[in-house]
């Protein structure tokens, strides 16, 4: 039998990240729960694991940095992504309800994002957790019914919890978090989705005017569409940034190949971080 | 008498924001503590006080990525700024010494920032407290020889602490925070010296090819210096961003007027934060 891909991620088991871990590296895996995040790296290095899901940016609290500074500093290959979106449930143990509920645990931010479930039931006392899915289990560990906590349905599955309401957040469909799944060893470009590619890069003349507008211009110039740019602060150099930039496009596409032969008179150096499929929006997967 | 201005800060007493705060406002100043970054927009909303002192980037650790967020959300005129060099000394109670010393309290990026010390010294502590000037406050509460520091001079002083090493830190002179000032009304633009203005958009085609190479074109073709750029997620719309850019000129130049006119074909609305004198790098201030 083949051995199991292992997965790592950050957080305890029914985290979010847990659930795009699936997507990124397919159904077939062994997930591995990490303290911090640069233990996931540190373990794709050491090959104590296969890969890694990491979170890179969320659509209304913003970029995770510190995986941007991780990705400058191991420069683990990408080779997919995913769009999961965040789906909060209120749940709670066998006999529990809402009528019944004294308190709900959670993440302050999921807390925030389900505020108007609060103000509609003012006896229920909200009470900071550091982890979603870490409240599930802390409920399930108190095993009454007064306690409840708001997670993701994987994560009230996991724990053995009821769902007592599902989508609890104040706005629908708003929340979403985008991952990479990252390995040890580059993986080949994907021939039948449509391509993006990451790269990471100094800039040559850091804050002279236009150096910046410079380096845009090799992709704006030939149509290439910039995903996203992120400016980091270099390790080494005080007021010195990394900048990363994703855009659509392949690096065998002959545009791509001149974009980055032009961006090398902008920079001192440039890394590819890696070409893989567009991430597709998920919805959170768990078994019924 | 004049009264005083009261100008906020976050941090306890002996912070590094509470000497930017006299560098941005001038000795003359009475200085509240806050708990919070946003305790102090607030303060300045309901004139609790007249002024805040904030940090805006650290030249290793990065952006202050809350406070970008809350100048888009209130909207304070930035008046001023300064760049602080951060400069840490080993301090403890009278009678101790660096071989009576048995723990070092700091912030965790304190304690990294001085590992070199901690290494030559084996038999001491590293111990993580959740503030520099606090770790003085609580080693000055503690009143033995056993336990120390990591802090500014500013606070040693404050705390009635003997500095017992300056400069601890690994390396020096790479260790800057630059601060703001911000105030409930805009000043005049200084007239002697070089001006930096700070503004805030939103692309009009977020996500186009070549959208934010448009805009920053506006200032490019012009030789205006980009002196930083920073995006952060919109707090209405999923994946759009609010764009942060300082650039070097005065927004009565005519080269800034023309660039800001054409900034409004690539926006959907644009904000000007503030036109102040670039800041001077500066070393912690204290009373000997």
Known sequence: MKKKKRIAFQGCRGAYSESA???????????VPMNTFEEIYQGIETLSVDGGAIPIENSTAGSIYENYDLLYKWRHPIISEVLLQIEHCLCGNNGASIHSLKR???????????????SAHPGIEKVAFYDTAGSAEEVSKRDNITDGAIASTYAAK????????????????????????IQKNPVGI?????????????????????????????????????????????PDKPWGYIFHISFIGSPE?????????????????IYRLGSFAVGKTERLKYED
């Open 104 to 118: 709900v645990l959670s993440h302050p931010q999921g807390l925030a994002q389900c505020s108007n479930f609060f």
């Open 21 to 31: 871990a699936y997507y990124l590296f397919g159904e077939d895996i062994e997930v």
């Open 158 to 181: 996991l724990y053995g919890l009821s769902i007592l309401k599902t989508n609890l957040e104040n706005i629908k469909g708003v929340n979403f978090t985008r991952f990479y799944g």
């Open 253 to 269: 596409s002959p545009k791509v190949i001149e974009a980055l032969e032009e961006l090398t008179r902008y920079t001192t150096f």
């Open 190 to 234: 994907p021939y039948n989705a449509e391509i993006k590619s990451a790269i990471l890069f100094e800039l040559a003349n850091d804050g002279q005017a236009g150096s910046l507008y410079g380096a845009l211009g090799a992709f704006a110039k030939r149509e290439i569409n910039l995903t996203r740019i992120e400016s980091r602060p270099h």
